[in-house]
């Protein structure tokens, strides 16, 4: 069975500097891949980034990146220069046998 | 515009009386799925389907049934509402379910049962 586990229900940051949301995963499967969404007071979900189980190289999407330790089995996601807009509620999953699994998420406050 | 389209967006109801959100998304998935999201538990999905005529089970399938009659198509159905089903709704689909399949979101439905 898939696991995902976000251990930081909220967290407040400054706005210009770096936060890291953190997340753990468990799973048999050799093959996985590792999302994050941002989900801001709206509702809608936004694709942030992603990394595939067997990518050498970490991804980066813009201020985005995502700190992937397999031997860890971690997938942490890594903001740089925080923005106000950044404030929402941040989501890891893991796909495997035609699922998303998701994690309870992180509610970020970005403040001046 | 690529999208995933879901209706409505705010439904309030009462206990027993049943309900459909339609999902569509155009395009051309094969995969979609039905996830309701409750504070503390992230989101969890209740049914999915890999193509026309295939449905299966989530997490969470009680109380709920879908049917996928047309590829674009993935409505989900509450025959009969209870207040524990009150929650937020997303409807997903993908071209496929490879590790590498990002998942495309609807807007989600807001559902109150009283």
């Known amino acids: 069975a898939q696991k995902i586990t976000q251990t930081q229900p909220g967290m407040f940051v400054q706005e210009k500097e770096a936060v890291t949301l953190d997340c753990t995963y468990d799973t048999s499967d050799p093959s996985y891949g590792l999302f994050w969404y941002k989900q801001p007071s709206s509702g809608e979900m936004i694709f942030l980034i992603y990394?595939?189980?067997?990518?050498?190289q970490n991804a980066t999407e813009g201020r985005y990146s995502l700190n992937f330790q397999k031997a860890r089995k971690s997938a942490n996601l890594v903001i740089s220069a925080s923005q106000l807009g950044d404030s929402a509620m941040y989501f890891c999953?893991?796909?495997?046998?035609?699922?998303?699994?998701f994690g309870a998420g992180t509610q970020v406050v970005v403040t001046p | 515009e690529a999208q995933v389209t879901q209706n409505p967006r705010y439904l309030i109801t009462v206990t027993g009386k049943k309900l459909t959100v339609t999902c569509s998304q155009n395009m051309n998935h094969e995969y979609m799925s039905w996830y309701r999201q409750d504070p503390g538990l992230g989101l969890r999905q209740i049914y999915y389907?890999?193509?026309?005529?295939?449905?299966d089970k989530g997490d969470v399938p009680e109380g709920y049934k879908v049917s996928r009659k047309e590829k674009r198509n993935f409505p989900l159905i509450l025959e009969s509402p209870s207040p524990n089903q009150t929650s937020l709704y997303f409807c997903?689909?993908?071209?496929?379910?490879?590790?590498?399949?990002?998942?495309?979101f609807g807007q989600g439905t807001r559902l109150t049962v009283v």
């Open positions: 389907s890999m193509n026309v005529e295939v449905t």
């Open positions: 997903a689909s993908s071209y496929g379910t490879g590790e590498n399949t990002e998942a495309f």
């Open positions: 990394q595939g189980s067997y990518d050498q």
């Open positions: 999953a893991m796909s495997g046998w035609g699922k998303l699994q």
